[in-house]
C-alpha cells in the first residue's frame, strides 16, 4: 500500500514539473554536462600546468590571466583550469570544457568568468591548439594609444603582421566591466583575431594563440618584451626601424625550429620553483 502511494506521489509530482515547465516557457532547463573526450595524455596536463608557471615567472601573468590547450583525443574540447591564480595551478585543477566553454566534470569548482575566449577561438580557429588571454603590462598602452605594435628584433619576428585591437565597445556597448563574459563578445574577439598569432584587448590586455603550447607561450613572452622595447625606442625620440615583411618572415621561420630550447629552459625553472 505504501509503495503504491508512493508511485503515485512521485507520478504527481512529475507532472507536475512537466506542467510548470509548459507555463514558463522563458526558464530553461538545466543543462546536461558535455560528456568527456577521455582522459588526456598526462604529459600535456603535465604541460599546461607548467605554461601557466612560465608565464608567471616571465612576467605575463600574475594573479589574473588564462592559459588552455586543445585535448589531445578531441579538437572540440579544451583543457584549462579551475578559476585559480596561475601560479597555483596543479594537475587536479585541470577541467576539461567542449567549444561553448561547458565544464564536463566541473565538480562545483568556480570557472573562469572569460572562458568563452578560449572557445570561441577554437571554433573560428581550427589551427589553434592554445590560447593564453593576459594583461601584459607593457603591451596595454598599445591597445589604447593608437600606436601599432611592431616587430622591433627578430625575437618578436610574428608580429609581422598587423595586430588587430580589440574594441569591446563595438560588440557590447559602452557599459561593459570590460569582460569577455559572453559567447557573443567571445566570437567578436575572435573575429578581431582574425588569422592572426596576437590582438590587443583596448584597456585590458591581449590574446595570444598558437599551433602548440611553447608557441603560444613563446609568443606570449616575447609580445610583452617586444612592447616594452618598442616603447623604449620611441621614448629615445628618434626614427624607430622596425624588421621589414621579409626579414620578419625569415627569422620567425627560424625561429620556430628552436621553440625547444627557451620551453624546456622555461619549463625547468618553473618546475623547480614549485
Known sequence: MKRDLLKIFRGVCLWLGVLGAALLPGEAPAQAAPA????????????????NLILVDQGVLDGYG????????????????????????????????????????PRGRSLFIERN??????????????????????????????????????????????????????????????LVRTPSLGHALAKALGAGPVALMRGHGAVVVGP???????RSVYTEINARLQGQAMALGGKVIYLN??????????????????????????LTKR
Open 66 to 105: 588564462h592559459v588552455s590547450v586543445r585535448h589531445d583525443k578531441d579538437l572540440n574540447r579544451y583543457l584549462m583550469s579551475r578559476s585559480l591564480a596561475p601560479e597555483l595551478v596543479t594537475a587536479v585543477d585541470i577541467l576539461e570544457y567542449d567549444l561553448d566553454s561547458n565544464a564536463v566534470d
Open 117 to 178: 575566449i578560449h572557445g570561441e577561438i577554437y571554433k573560428a580557429r581550427p589551427d589553434v591548439k592554445a590560447v593564453v588571454h593576459n594583461h601584459s603590462p607593457s603591451v596595454i598602452p598599445f591597445g589604447a594609444a593608437g600606436v601599432p605594435l611592431r616587430p622591433l628584433y627578430h625575437m618578436s619576428a610574428f608580429l609581422r603582421d598587423r595586430v588587430p585591437v580589440f574594441e569591446i565597445r563595438s560588440a557590447g556597448g559602452d557599459g561593459t566591466d570590460m
Open 212 to 218: 602548440s603550447l611553447p608557441h603560444a607561450v613563446f
Open 245 to 270: 615583411p621579409n626579414e620578419a618572415q625569415h627569422a620567425e621561420a627560424s625561429l620556430d625550429g628552436t621553440l625547444a630550447r627557451p620551453w624546456e629552459l622555461w619549463k625547468k625553472k618553473a
Open 36 to 51: 568527456s573526450a577521455g582522459p588526456a595524455d598526462p604529459k600535456l596536463i603535465e604541460d599546461l600546468v607548467a605554461a
